[in-house]
């Protein structure tokens, strides 16, 4: 099992950057593929971005494509998601999410969870 903590959300203005944090525990982190996906009030959870096990390649979401980063420390077992050029409709609690099988754009592919870090852009 792994175990997720996300850090690093709070309020920006429109334009600004944030970077997300995930620490995962455990010795296996390696054998994971992470995710970051977000969810706003009202709305469904929506994939936002994911890695890798090794962090060769990722995958984002149209909607954050250029602006997002995802990159993965295995030595540190943590994964970030640097944002840039944020918008409004970026608001929403940031979850990151783990699973052993290859990284994936739908929420119930995920075994484990985090508890979410708020983000918040002013306009």
């Known amino acids: 099992q792994v175990q997720l903590v996300e850090s690093g959300g709070g309020l920006v203005q429109a334009g600004g950057s944030l970077r997300l944090s995930c620490a995962a525990s455990?010795?296996?982190?390696?054998?994971?593929?992470m995710g970051w996906f977000r969810q706003a009030p009202g709305k469904e959870r929506e994939f936002v971005a994911a890695?890798?096990?090794?962090?060769?390649?990722?995958y984002y979401a149209d909607s954050v494509k250029g602006r997002f980063t995802i990159s993965r420390d295995n030595a540190k077992n943590t994964v970030y998601l640097q944002m840039n050029s944020l918008k409004p409709e970026d608001t929403a609690v940031y979850y990151c999410?783990?699973?052993?099988?290859?990284?994936?754009?739908?929420?119930?592919?995920?075994?484990?969870w985090g508890q979410g870090t708020q983000v918040t852009v002013s306009s």
């Open positions: 455990g010795r296996t982190f390696s054998s994971y593929a």
């Open positions: 999410a783990a699973d052993q099988r290859p990284p994936a754009r739908v929420a119930e592919e995920y075994d484990y």
């Open positions: 890695v890798t096990r090794s962090g060769i390649a990722e």
